[in-house]
């Protein structure tokens, strides 16, 4: 065989091989693409962050439910409470960006600011925000024996005295407090702030009339109002609540523009790929349109939003200015 002989079987078997190793390549890389995108392959954790019986850890409970039917994998819920929710939402941003770790905050998250001067991450650039689940208005609750039978006859009744009426709280800097701080603030009234640890002892002692009233969310509140040992006289939603009808909001009873609505909602550390988050919007979606999710959120009060992460992340970026310059307004800082 002559040298120009063996130099084309050289060259052929160099073709022959380019196209072969090319074509595993090809194989490979797809095989890393298919791993890539067949999320979720495993396990995926949701971070509640507060201790079981929640309103955090249940709606949590009822999504992973609902994704483990619907998504070929288990979804787990995993309790991380403890510093006002930022323990769990510490250990969820910290986490890889993978998809296999999620977060279902409250509307604490975008109020944490308010209360300490120094959180370990930061909510803006530390979180991919997936969809806002959940909303879940409050109700202005009342001592039943007090004359007061409207928001009219309360704001009234500040007006007149200023020591006249106290209210209770879960404590400084929570939704509750700085609930309130925005009615007195928009209202134009004085009232005398009871904090406690918690929300239930504070309701216990407005039905004692020890204190006159709360501003609460409509799941811990809903029991004792249908009972009557509390009255509602204004709902904290834009608009009357379909599963509350009978409650006025605030803004149709005089403090025109009002709102203050907690919410739960799903995110991911930053960096989780945009094709992931947005299959979880997808499925979330999915689940809080079936009548049964809705019929389980109704029986709390609670309405399904499934909003996009856009909007997600244009609610929470609203709430943390909103809440930050009405703790501004009444003398709050963070320590």
């Not at 370990?120 to 039978?149: C, E, G, W």
Request: glycine share 10%; net charge positive; aromatic share 6%.
């Amino acid at each position: 065989m002559c040298s120009s002989d063996l130099s084309v079987l050289r060259a052929s078997r160099l073709s022959v091989w380019g196209r072969t190793g090319g074509a595993l390549l090809a194989v490979a890389l797809a095989s890393i693409a298919h791993a890539q995108t067949a999320y979720p392959n495993r396990v995926v954790k949701i971070i509640a962050a507060s201790a079981p019986g929640g309103g955090t850890d249940s709606v949590a409970r009822l999504l992973a439910t609902y994704l483990s039917q619907t998504m070929g994998q288990q979804f787990i819920v995993e309790n991380r409470p403890g510093a006002g929710n930022v323990r769990g939402s510490d250990a969820a941003a910290k986490a890889a960006p993978d998809g296999y770790t999620l977060l279902m905050s409250a509307s604490t998250l975008a109020m944490n600011h308010v209360m300490y001067k120094k959180l370990p991450y930061d909510v803006a650039r530390d979180f991919a925000p997936i969809t806002q689940m959940v909303a879940l208005p409050n109700v202005l609750v009342v001592d039943p024996k007090l004359p007061i039978r409207s928001l009219g006859d309360y704001i009234a009744t500040a007006k007149k005295d200023a020591n006249a009426l106290t209210y209770g709280s879960a404590g400084m800097g929570t939704q509750p407090h700085l609930a309130m701080e925005l009615l007195q603030t928009m209202a134009g009234i004085k009232l005398t702030h009871v904090p406690y640890t918690g929300v239930g002892p504070a309701l216990i002692d407005i039905m004692g009339g020890r204190v006159s009233s709360m501003s609460v969310n409509y799941l811990s509140a809903k029991p004792q109002v249908e009972g009557g040992t509390l009255r509602a006289r204004a709902i904290s939603s834009r608009k009357r609540s379909i599963y509350a009808p009978d409650i006025p909001t605030f803004d149709e009873s005089g403090v025109a523009g009002y709102e203050a609505t907690q919410w739960f909602g799903l995110l991911a550390p930053a960096g989780t790929p945009p094709e992931i988050i947005e299959r979880l919007q997808r499925e979330t979606r999915k689940v809080l349109d079936t009548q049964s999710m809705k019929d389980r959120l109704a029986l709390e009060g609670a309405e399904a939003v499934g909003g996009t992460p856009q909007e997600f992340a244009a609610l929470i970026k609203a709430e943390m200015a909103k809440w930050g310059a009405v703790a501004k307004a009444v003398g709050i800082e963070p320590e």
